[in-house]
């Protein structure tokens, strides 16, 4: 155990601090300070010693130059029990720093307010990272804190052990201060190359603020937790839970595919999800009607699902809602009523974002492959009705033609093979992740089927309908499957070796066709 007689305070969130300077006083500790901490710690009659008559220097250059000195670095760094360390610190009067309370320049809410450039480059702390990394170096005589959170840690140590820290606890503050800056660094550099125009520079850094570990990841057998970054995007990592249990992975897993899918659409959309892939979409004239419509095309899956609104929530919706065991409920809003309906579900969780995130907005997806990561730009590619080039005889009607951008759009977050058949502004039939193109047709209206004879209807939903496929048909036979199923219009991106083939196909059967040229593979 290491007792604490010195420590140096140097503080942009100056949460806790006066408390926990307080209680250092009471202990006997002296008292060092940048000057602004300096000021605050005074303002509350606390001695303090500032950094500039411990160094007979003062902070010069706007501030940037203030802790770099070696009677600050040589406190800090210096071996304790080490003889000849120790002469050293003593032949220059050097006094050792026991303590050391630093949390740096407030980098990422900057970057995240919008500031401009040289505004950015100012909030790059240098100092704080280095007595940082020194402290955390010489852990075993030097006790370093970089979160108000642990400053209770500190204080209990210290009761429990007549002013000193005790080696376990160095350690792991240790680990936390290595962690922040290296957090710290990676904020600092993924802005940097976005400024410079790198999508992918040299060395490539994640960072990330742990904010709640879960019960179990996938499965019992696997642990997890969700991190926060400094992506502004508003979604699941951001939300307010009202109420319910706590999230599991899944949970977060399958609301965030359920949110980001219903954020595409301007007017009243619905989302239902399972297992990461949408068992229901619709658009509706309000939130009631979108999740009505949305309902209809696969209730039995349904069961136990996600919920993703893009308005807030009525009363009226809420209750309709409530009649279905649901894990999760998303929207931006919900008044009172629907909280109120929604509490006396005492598991279902309640998530509020008071917002959408943008599906235009660039950003990258990371997966763990064995020895890296796959990175890549984020699927924000959109389809409009001036991409799409029609290939067929018979052309789509003004109809036809909404609900095919609609199928479309829905496909970019159904797993490959993505087959989805759209009515009427709704899904009635979706075919997910099968190995083959021409499965995923059948497995879709097969679902509407099944979701028509729950409506007391012979007639599959599928009938009718427009259907999109995430990717072209490599040959007619998958198109001739989503014909069988009553499909009169198709959209898919083309660029099969085999399209003359497909487009003529589509004719035999009277199909109107669009090409979009971007495909949506989601795997």
Same mark, same amino acid.
């Given at each position: 155990?290491?007792?604490?007689?010195?420590?140096?305070?140097?503080?942009?969130?100056?949460?806790?601090?006066?408390?926990?300077?307080?209680?250092?006083?009471?202990?006997?500790?002296?008292?060092?300070?940048?000057?602004?901490?300096?000021?605050?710690?005074?303002?509350?009659?606390?001695?303090?010693?500032?950094?500039?008559?411990?160094?007979?220097?003062?902070?010069?250059?706007?501030?940037?130059?203030?802790?770099?000195?070696?009677?600050?670095?040589?406190?800090?760094?210096?071996?304790?029990?080490?003889?000849?360390?120790?002469?050293?610190?003593?032949?220059?009067?050097?006094? &050792?720093?026991?303590?050391?309370?630093?949390?740096?320049?407030?980098?990422?809410?900057?970057?995240?307010?919008?500031?401009?450039?040289?505004?950015?480059?100012?909030?790059?702390?240098?100092?704080?990272?280095?007595?940082?990394?020194?402290?955390?170096?010489?852990?075993?005589?030097?006790?370093?804190?970089?979160?108000?959170?642990?400053?209770?840690?500190?204080?209990?140590?210290?009761?429990?052990?007549?002013?000193?820290?005790?080696?376990?606890?160095?350690?792991?503050?240790?680990?936390?201060?290595?962690?922040?800056?290296?957090?710290?660094?990676?904020?600092?550099?993924?802005?940097?190359?976005?400024?410079?125009?790198?999508?992918?520079?040299?060395?490539?850094?994640?960072?990330?603020?742990?904010?709640?570990?879960?019960?179990?990841?996938?499965?019992?057998?696997?642990?997890?937790?969700?991190?926060?970054?400094?992506?502004?995007?508003?979604?699941?990592?951001?939300?307010?839970?009202?109420?319910?249990?706590?999230?599991?992975?899944?949970?977060?897993?399958?609301?965030?595919?359920?949110?980001?899918?219903?954020?595409?659409?301007?007017?009243?959309?619905?989302?239902?999800?399972?297992?990461?892939?949408?068992?229901?979409?619709?658009?509706?004239?309000?939130?009631?009607?979108?999740?009505?419509?949305?309902?209809?095309?696969?209730?039995?899956?349904?069961?136990?699902?996600?919920?993703?609104?893009?308005?807030?929530?009525?009363?009226?919706?809420?209750?309709?809602?409530?009649?279905?065991?649901?894990?999760?409920?998303?929207?931006?809003?919900?008044?009172?009523?629907?909280?109120?309906?929604?509490?006396?579900?005492?598991?279902?969780?309640?998530?509020?974002?008071?917002?959408?995130?943008?599906?235009?907005?660039?950003?990258?997806?990371?997966?763990?492959?064995?020895?890296?990561?796959?990175?890549?730009?984020?699927?924000?590619?959109?389809?409009?009705?001036?991409?799409?080039?029609?290939?067929?005889?018979?052309? &789509?009607?003004?109809?036809?033609?909404?609900?095919?951008?609609?199928?479309?759009?829905?496909?970019?977050?159904?797993?490959?093979?993505?087959?989805?058949?759209?009515?009427?502004?709704?899904?009635?039939?979706?075919?997910?992740?099968?190995?083959?193109?021409?499965?995923?047709?059948?497995?879709?209206?097969?679902?509407?089927?099944?979701?028509?004879?729950?409506?007391?209807?012979?007639?599959?939903?599928?009938?009718?309908?427009?259907?999109?496929?995430?990717?072209?048909?490599?040959?007619?036979?998958?198109?001739?499957?989503?014909?069988?199923?009553?499909?009169?219009?198709?959209?898919?991106?083309?660029?099969?070796?085999?399209?003359?083939?497909?487009?003529?196909?589509?004719?035999?059967?009277?199909?109107?066709?669009?090409?979009?040229?971007?495909?949506?593979?989601?795997?």
């Amino acid at each position: 155990m290491t007792a604490i007689r010195r420590a140096l305070f140097s503080l942009s969130d100056k949460t806790g601090l006066l408390e926990f300077a307080k209680f250092l006083h009471q202990s006997g500790v002296e008292l060092i300070s940048t000057g602004g901490t300096a000021k605050a710690l005074k303002s509350e009659g606390l001695p303090v010693k500032e950094v500039a008559e411990v160094t007979g220097f003062p902070e010069m250059l706007d501030g940037r130059v203030k802790t770099l000195h070696p009677t600050i670095h040589g406190g800090i760094l210096g071996v304790r029990g080490n003889a000849e360390h120790e002469k050293t610190m003593a032949d220059h009067k050097i006094g &050792p720093i026991d303590l050391i309370v630093v949390n740096l320049y407030p980098f990422e809410q900057t970057v995240a307010a919008g500031a401009d450039f040289a505004t950015c480059i100012e909030n790059i702390d240098i100092g704080g990272p280095a007595m940082i990394r020194s402290a955390a170096k010489n852990h075993a005589g030097v006790t370093v804190v970089v979160d108000p959170v642990d400053y209770g840690v500190v204080i209990a140590d210290m009761k429990i052990n007549g002013g000193a820290v005790t080696d376990i606890t160095r350690k792991q503050l240790a680990a936390r201060a290595y962690a922040r800056t290296a957090a710290y660094d990676a904020a600092i550099s993924t802005w940097f190359a976005a400024q410079l125009g790198e999508e992918f520079p040299r060395w490539l850094s994640f960072g990330g603020t742990l904010k709640q570990t879960l019960r179990y990841g996938e499965n019992p057998h696997q642990s997890a937790a969700l991190y926060v970054t400094g992506d502004t995007r508003v979604g699941v990592a951001s939300a307010l839970q009202v109420q319910g249990k706590e999230l599991s992975y899944n949970n977060i897993n399958d609301t965030d595919a359920a949110y980001e899918l219903v954020a595409e659409f301007e007017g009243p959309a619905c989302a239902i999800i399972k297992h990461a892939n949408p068992c229901g979409v619709a658009l509706g004239t309000d939130c009631l009607d979108a999740y009505t419509k949305a309902l209809v095309c696969d209730p039995v899956s349904a069961f136990g699902g996600i919920i993703a609104l893009n308005r807030p929530i009525d009363g009226r919706t809420a209750a309709k809602i409530t009649e279905l065991f649901t894990e999760v409920v998303i929207a931006p809003g919900a008044d009172d009523e629907a909280k109120a309906l929604f509490a006396k579900k005492k598991n279902l969780r309640l998530l509020i974002t008071n917002g959408l995130p943008d599906p235009a907005a660039p950003g990258r997806t990371v997966r763990n492959v064995a020895g890296g990561y796959l990175v890549q730009g984020r699927d924000n590619g959109r389809v409009t009705k001036a991409d799409l080039k029609v290939v067929t005889k018979v052309k &789509p009607t003004p109809q036809q033609m909404d609900d095919l951008l609609l199928a479309f759009t829905i496909c970019k977050h159904v797993k490959s093979n993505a087959i989805v058949y759209v009515k009427d502004g709704a899904t009635v039939g979706v075919g997910a992740g099968q190995m083959s193109r021409i499965d995923s047709a059948r497995v879709a209206h097969s679902k509407s089927k099944d979701a028509a004879q729950a409506l007391g209807q012979s007639e599959a939903l599928t009938v009718g309908s427009v259907v999109a496929s995430d990717a072209f048909f490599p040959f007619p036979d998958g198109l001739l499957v989503t014909a069988s199923a009553g499909a009169v219009a198709v959209i898919q991106p083309g660029g099969s070796v085999k399209d003359d083939e497909v487009i003529k196909a589509a004719d035999e059967k009277c199909l109107a066709m669009v090409f979009t040229g971007m495909r949506h593979f989601r795997h």
